[in-house]
Nanobody, 126 residues
Framework: QEQPVESGGGLVQAGDSLRLSCAAA????????MAWFRQAPGKEREFGAA????????RYADSVKGRFTISRDNAKNTVYLQMNSLQPEDTGVYYC???????????????????WGQGTQVTVSS
């Protein structure tokens, strides 16, 4: 599995939407759980959302539940994060991460993930 590559970040206003994409090359993409983490300025990286290798299970941080939706397309080796009703506190660098899994479990722990992208900046103005 190669390093994930994020795209789709940008500058938006509060209440707007953005969709992030993460492409991960490799023939075994469907064996990896995928997740989005984010890091705000001066803060530690925090969990956002994760999806199991099949796409059948998802997990969300309380701070994004009901506003963000994670999904994946294994045929395209891509995972998405649809972000609605964005708020200034959603500002940060968003990282895509991959974890090899033998089961359909998803983890919210950063240490469980093996591969990380370089991140994409999301800035939400008030």
């Amino acid at each position: 599995q190669e390093q994930p590559v994020e795209s789709g970040g940008g500058l938006v206003q509060a209440g707007d939407s953005l969709r992030l994409s993460c492409a991960a090359a490799g023939r075994t993409f469907s064996q990896y759980a995928m997740a989005w983490f984010r890091q705000a300025p001066g803060k530690e990286r925090e969990f956002g959302a994760a999806v199991s290798r099949s796409g059948g299970s998802t997990r969300y941080a309380d701070s994004v539940k009901g506003r963000f939706t994670i999904s994946r397309d294994n045929a395209k080796n891509t995972v998405y994060l649809q972000m609605n009703s964005l708020q200034p506190e959603d500002t940060g660098v968003y990282y895509c991460a991959a974890e090899w899994r033998a089961t359909d479990y998803v983890s919210a722990t950063a240490g469980a993930y093996d591969y990380w992208g370089q991140g994409t900046q999301v800035t939400v103005s008030s």
